[in-house]
Structures are given as C-alpha cells and as structure tokens.
C-alpha cells in the first residue's frame, strides 16, 4: 500500500515537473526574442542547455546508485523553483541564458533520479511496461495542456506572470517530495558485476534503446524549435502555438487509453512508433508552413507508443544496481538529439526545411534498429537450434 501511494504521488510529481518545463515552451521564444535574442542565438540558448543537460546526466548516474533517489529529487526541486522564480527578473540574453543552462543542469539530476525510482515499484516486466506506459501518460497529459495555460497566461500577463505560475508548480513539486517520498533501500550487493557510465554505450541490449532516444529527441527538439517562430513569422498568437503543442499531446493521450498496447513487445512497439513519427515528418514537410493537426497528433501517437517502450527495454535489459546509470545515460543522449537540433534548425532553416533533415535521421535509424533486430533474432535461433 506504501509503494502504491508514493507510486501515485511519484506521477503528481513528475506531472508538475512536465507542467512547468512546458508551460515554458510559448512563452521563452518570445522573451528571449524581445531581449533581442535572434533564432540561432534562440538556438545556441536551447543547445547549450541541454549540453549541460548531458555533462550533468554523465555525472548524475552513479550518484543516483549509490545514494538513492529522494535526495536527487528534493534539492533539484527546490534549485529549479528558484531559478524559474528568477526568469521574473531577465532584463538581457545573457542572464536568460545562465538560467537556462542552471535549469539544464538541474534537470539532468531530476529526470533519471524519478525514473529510477519508479522502476524500483514494478516486480515484473508487464507490471515495469504498465508503470512505464502510466508515466507516460501523465507527462503527455501535462505536455498538452501546459503549453496551452503557457500561452494563456503569457497572453494575459506577460512572460513575468508565466514565470510566477511555472515557479509555485515547482514549488508544490518540492513540498510533496519532501513530506511523500521515503528513501528507498539502496541495496550494495558484494561481487555483483556493476556496469561503468561509459560502458554503457557498448553494451549490446541497450544500442536500439540509444539510438531512437537520438532519434526522437532530435525530431522533438526540430518540432519544438519551429513551432514557436510560428507566433513571430505566421503573426499566430503564443496561445494558438500553444494549442498546437497540445494536439501533440492529444496524439499521445489517444495512444495510451488502449490499456493493452503494453502487451505488444517493446522492440515491436519501438520500431513501429518510429516508422509512425518518420511519417508524421514527412507529412510536415510536404505540407511546408503550419503543421496540419493531422501530422501533430500522428506525431503524438508516435511519442506515446516509443517512450514507455524505451523504457522497459531499458528495465528489461539492466540490473537493478545500474538502473540509475542506465536512465541517466538515456537522458544524455535525449539531450545530444535535443541539443543537435535546434541548432541544425537554426543554421539551415533559411536554405532548407529542418524538417527534412529530421525524417533523414529518422529513416538512417529505422534502417540501423532493423539490421539490429532482424540479427539478433538470428542469433537467438542459431543458440535455440
């Protein structure tokens, strides 16, 4: 009974968490855009956040192993809720960026620290797939409909406002971990073949799992990057554009409410979502200007069958030991595909669509996770027979 309330009160936090990083998405293109920030300083901003994302993930890991994971919840809560708070106070690009880059940083200990321990909760791999699928159905929930209050708000009150509401959500945040969450047992076990952060990136079983994190986080950050300039070259309004987001969200949320997609394997659904998302690209692409809601919410079924797979693919294939590693490799390279394209956007979005560039990436992928697959089912009937 413990674990189930702790496990639900896990989810209202990772909710909030997703609220407020959201909430953000409307609202920090036209700030930085009215300081005078243009789009490859946008997303240079954006990169270099998540490349202290990334060099935080690198480091979080082991920590989150040794230590457990409630304090790497609790104290970045409270860091992130200052900093947010602080977004009030910009009067320049150079202190939207120092804040972006310590939100970077912050996230990269939150992120694996909450996964991890909501791994500890499942003792099978359907139960692991069913928490797995659940939190991703609160993220997606609140990916919908926080870049919608994002670009209320920001309409109504401007960014400083936003940046109020984004800051009291942390906040809320903050206070549950702390009086909700135990400190699970961090279980040392003598002789037990613990894997290095860097070995990870050789280890086998979880290659496919790296490469589509690449993959979608890449295609991801080109969609998150576009659709703001929208409200600044199409003369749409930050509500509208935040509107948009959330029929990604609606995608997802459609995808999710089949309880018994969990019972698909995880390889299945991981190639399958992806040649879904790689459609939904070029469906954007031949279109050029505004996404049609079509593409959105196809983008968002995608999301919703790729991001609870991964997941358990990641449980499934490490020990209990290096599960904190294993996120925080993860979230590493969600932050080099998130890194990559904004500024790839932004480089080439004069001469070419990024777009284009993104369902590349995505089919090179594709291409690569089949190879993977198809050998290794191979080799599983060469050791059968």
Not at 319 to 348: C, Q, Y
Request: charged letters at 10%; proline letters at 4%.
């Amino acid at each position: 009974m413990q674990n189930r309330n702790e496990k639900f009160v896990l989810y209202i936090i990772l909710f909030l968490i997703f609220i407020s990083i959201h909430m953000q998405f409307p609202v920090f293109t036209p700030l930085a855009v009215s300081l005078g920030a243009g789009s490859l300083l946008v997303g240079i901003m954006l990169s270099a956040t998540s490349f202290v994302n990334l060099t935080g993930n690198m480091i979080a890991g082991s920590y989150i192993d040794r230590y457990g994971s409630k304090m790497f919840i609790v104290f970045p809560l409270f860091l992130l809720s200052i900093s947010l708070f602080a977004h009030t106070f910009v009067v320049n690009t150079t202190t939207l960026f120092i804040l972006r880059i310590i939100n970077g940083f912050v996230l990269a200990f939150l992120t694996p620290a909450c996964m991890t321990l909501l791994a500890s909760f499942a003792k099978n791999s359907q139960s692991q797939s069913k928490n797995m699928a659940m939190n991703t159905f609160m993220v997606t929930l609140a990916m919908a409909v926080a870049p919608v209050i994002g670009g209320f708000i920001g309409e109504r009150f401007g960014a400083d406002g936003a940046y109020y509401v984004i800051s009291f959500t942390t906040g809320i945040a903050f206070l549950l971990s702390i009086f909700y969450l135990s400190q699970p047992r961090v279980a040392i076990q003598r002789g037990m073949n613990r894997t290095g952060m860097l070995q990870l990136f050789f280890y086998p079983p979880l290659l496919p799992v790296f490469l589509t994190g690449f993959a979608i986080m890449f295609s991801q950050g080109t969609l998150m990057y576009e659709l703001p300039f929208l409200s600044i070259e199409q003369g749409m309004s930050k509500s509208s554009v935040g509107q948009m987001a959330g029929v990604i969200g609606i995608g997802t949320l459609l995808i999710l409410s089949f309880i018994t997609v969990h019972r698909i394997s995880a390889k299945v659904r991981t190639l399958f979502g992806l040649c879904i998302m790689a459609g939904a690209l070029c469906w954007i692409m031949i279109l050029e200007g505004i996404p049609s809601f079509g593409s959105l919410i196809l983008f968002g079924i995608a999301s919703g069958l790729i991001f609870p797979a991964l997941m358990t693919l990641v449980v499934e294939n490490i020990n209990e030991g290096d599960r904190g590693k294993a996120f925080a490799f993860l979230s590493a390279v969600f932050s080099v595909g998130t890194i990559s394209s904004p500024f790839i956007a932004g480089i080439i979005r004069v001469h070419i669509s990024p777009f284009y560039v993104a369902w590349l990436v995505m089919m090179l992928i594709i291409t690569m996770l089949g190879l993977i697959f198809i050998t290794s089912e191979k080799s599983d009937q060469v050791v059968r027979s």
